[in-house]
């Protein structure tokens, strides 16, 4: 009888572990904040701000991502510039030209543990995820995976 109750606990397991390896970034997704790359970095500062975000993923017009600007890089540029310090040249500089960040991304069929893997070897909070046709859908970050692992493992 001993042997049964065992091999009913690994049972459990097993499961868990097979469903958490199939758990896809498509399937547990959040919605990414993004802007146009045409967009100027005053109106990025601007949302940044409104919306308390830490950064946005800058996409083209096809909605591919080229990068990531994070809020505390755009105050670095502003504190920098030292010739002027009004809005009026914030307007005129376009998005992309302030990315400070590369467009890490994985596909919605990648497994959530290795995207998991990826923000920890890269040191990131957060990766886009696209679509086959490489538009950004949406973003993964240990806030997602802090949100759904720990129903695998209790």
Known sequence: MA??????KKAPVRNASFAVRQLSCGQV???PHAMRDTDSMATVLDVITKHDWDH???????GVPLGRIHA????????????????????????????THPPLTVRE?????????LMLTHDLNQLGVVDDEGALVGVVGHNTV????????L
Do not use: C, Y
């Open 56 to 62: 946005v993923f800058i996409v083209n017009a096809e």
């Open 29 to 31: 997704m959040q919605t």
């Open 109 to 117: 069929q990648t497994p959530l543990l290795k995207a998991g893997a």
């Open 72 to 99: 505390v890089d755009l105050l670095k540029i502003v504190a920098q510039k030292s010739v002027n310090r009004d809005i009026a040249w914030m307007h005129s500089i376009p998005a992309q030209q302030v990315l």
């Open 3 to 8: 042997i049964r109750s065992k091999s009913r």
């Open 146 to 153: 802090a949100r759904v692992l720990p129903k695998f493992i």
